[in-house]
T-cell receptor, first 112, second 115 residues
Framework: EPEVTQTPSHQVTQMGQEVILRCVPI?????FYWYRQILGQKVEFLVSFYNNEISEKSEIFDDQFSVERPDGSNFTLKIRSTKLEDSAMYFCASRPSFYEQYFGPGTRLTVT | AQSVAQPEDQVNVAEGNPLTVKCTYS??????LFWYVQYPNRGLQFLLK??????LVKGSYGFEAEFNKSQTSFHLKKPSALVSDSALYFCAVRDPTGGGNKLTFGTGTQLKVEL
């Protein structure tokens, strides 16, 4: 069964550094998402992406964040200058034309 | 704005007994409702959804959920719990009128099934 994959599984970075989180959505899916889950808290929406552009973003997704689909398979989330409060589990998800989203295993980002 | 409430942080049930994990929602228009399960150090795994039609929906691993429009609820149920069902369960709602089709999640309910 096809799955969403994410790399790396764990990323440790220093405050102020740039990080890129990578995702390979399920092929033939059309809609792509990033969510995050701060330890012990609920899963929060960051951004949705369709047809090579952002279709919706949350208040969390400020100018420090960007997303890109550089080729036909990858979907990336970049954080330009990480802050301590960016430490969280980041989930990528994808969806075909219909309803449910399929989530990857997540990347745990630790900012020190 | 859409929202989801899961009133119980934890639910404990004995193996073999029925389980219920509660969820209520708030959304403008007709909701799309989902349940996901998260095992330790794993991603979110889709269990079931309600879009339209029959109020009782069946999903993976013997789980089902009942949509109740008047009570704005979508409780997750299973007739006979297994120890392996122990995990964190999230209810989510998608506002079909939203352009990005984002999911809004509840805070999660930890299900613990004991022998």
């Amino acid at each position: 069964e096809p799955e969403v994959t994410q790399t790396p599984s764990h990323q440790v970075t220093q405050m102020g550094q740039e990080v890129i989180l990578r995702c390979v959505p399920i092929s033939n899916h059309l809609y792509f998402y990033w969510y995050r889950q701060i330890l012990g808290q609920k899963v929060e929406f960051l951004v949705s992406f369709y047809n090579n552009e952002i279709s919706e973003k949350s208040e969390i997704f400020d100018d420090q964040f960007s997303v890109e689909r550089p080729d036909g398979s990858n979907f990336t989330l970049k954080i330009r200058s990480t802050k301590l409060e960016d430490s969280a589990m980041y989930f990528c998800a994808s969806r075909p034309s219909f309803y449910e989203q399929y989530f990857g295993p997540g990347t745990r980002l630790t900012v020190t | 704005a859409q929202s989801v409430a899961q009133p119980e942080d934890q639910v404990n049930v004995a193996e073999g007994n029925p389980l219920t994990v509660k969820c209520t929602y708030s959304v403008s228009g007709n909701p799309y409702l989902f349940w996901y399960v998260q095992y330790p150090n794993r991603g979110l795994q889709f269990l079931l959804k309600y879009i339209t039609g029959d109020n009782l929906v069946k999903g993976s691993y013997g789980f089902e959920a009942e949509f109740n429009k008047s009570q704005t609820s979508f409780h997750l149920k299973k007739p006979s719990a297994l120890v392996s069902d122990s995990a964190l369960y999230f209810c989510a709602v998608r506002d079909p009128t939203g352009g990005g089709n984002k999911l809004t999640f509840g805070t999660g309910t930890q299900l613990k099934v004991e022998l």
